[in-house]
């Protein structure tokens, strides 16, 4: 059987609203990591998660509302 390696696995990116100021409304997370990002649209964070799962695919982008409820996936 062959092992994922870190390479191969499959990273996922999340998009979420985060309580902060207005210029730090949306947050971008890569799970398994401590890396988090803040963003005052959901369009730049989600540009930014986009651009991440690009540069190391394969990847996927989820997109969360409000109440945490992921609602769209993109895989890349």
Partial sequence: MKRATPSTRLRTYDVLPHEGDAAQRWEMHQHGTR????????????????????????????????DGFAYREFTY
Avoid: C, D, N, S
């Fill in 35 to 66: 890396q988090h990002a803040y963003f005052g649209t959901q369009r730049e964070a989600i540009a930014a998660a986009r651009e991440q799962a690009q540069a190391h695919h394969p990847a996927k982008v989820v997109l969360h509302a409000p």
